[in-house]
């Protein structure tokens, strides 16, 4: 199970917490909902490759949202999630860019 979850991008951090008691993720030193992040929790989750890029396959990663979720098990998944200039959502993890199911980068980065 998640207890955090960490996003970087440009230097700015946000850190959100699950308050198990309450059952709600808040922003890390609040005890008000994250409203705006737990709807996107699902989703980065679940993340899943619709198909994996080739080393051919060059990605501009200046503008990365980076993701750690903190887990029980004490083992963080960490990846990067961009957006290319033709509407595709890529992410990377452990080396390996993939293309997922758009509409997270974007949502993400409006938290920041």
């Not at 059952?23 to 008000?32: I, S």
């Not at 993701?67 to 961009?82: D, H, K, M």
Request: proline share 2%.
């Amino acid at each position: 199970e998640q207890n955090a979850v960490v996003l970087r991008r440009g230097g700015e951090e946000f850190v959100y917490v699950l308050d198990r008691r309450a059952n709600v993720w808040q922003a890390a030193g609040t005890t008000l909902e994250a409203r705006e992040f737990a709807v996107l929790v699902d989703r980065l989750l679940s993340m899943r490759a619709r198909r994996f890029l080739g080393p051919e396959e060059v990605v501009d990663a200046s503008d990365a949202i980076e993701v750690e979720i903190q887990s029980a098990s004490g083992l963080p998944v960490r990846f990067r999630l961009v957006a290319t200039e033709d509407g595709r959502e890529l992410v990377e993890k452990d080396g390996e860019w993939s293309e997922v199911r758009t509409g997270s980068y974007e949502r993400l980065a409006a938290l920041f």
